[in-house]
């Protein structure tokens, strides 16, 4: 029988980790309450990616919120390109960026943000944030939850 789950194919089998963001595959699935506004948040406080310049890693904590319209991102698949950029070499702002930009392309979403919130390296904290658009008007979309670095004080 055909649901709107039928073409996901990294879902409930073993899939290797993406070799990088440009090879990732995001799956998506029709949105069975495209009819009202509601938010979503995915929150990846394990985020990892390479400085472009350096090889070393850099961490940060991502929060995206999106408001759907006719699709859903299937998060296994998320979980597989946001893994994908453990070996990708970015600064802060592009890997943040971009990762947005990609989901905005893919679902098309009534509305997006997403919020970066990198650890220091240099004993700089770099937070980045970007969104589609303003907040829609009459949908919860609680604050990210993230407080500002503060270090030892």
């Known amino acids: ?24 595959e995001l ?3 029709q949105n069975p309450q495209a009819d009202i506004e509601y938010c979503v ?19 940060a904590h991502l929060v995206i919120d999106y408001v759907p319209g006719e699709w859903l991102v299937e998060s296994k698949s998320l979980k597989l390109f946001l893994g994908s950029f453990r070996n990708h070499g970015a600064f802060h702002e592009d890997c943040t960026v971009s990762i947005a930009r990609r989901l905005v392309e893919f679902l098309s979403p009534r ?12 004993g700089i904290p770099i937070d980045v944030f970007w969104q589609t658009g303003a907040m829609p008007e009459g949908v919860w979309i609680p604050d990210q939850g993230v407080p500002p670095y503060r270090g030892r004080g």
């Open 1 to 24: 029988m055909e649901t709107i789950y039928s073409d996901l194919t990294q879902l409930g089998g073993k899939t290797e980790l993406p070799a990088s963001p440009e090879v990732a």
């Open 41 to 59: 948040r995915f929150t990846a406080p394990e985020f990892t990616s390479l400085c472009p310049m350096t090889g070393q890693p850099d961490f």
């Open 111 to 122: 509305w997006l943000r997403i919020g970066g919130y990198w650890y220091p390296r240099g």
């Open 27 to 29: 799956e998506r699935v």
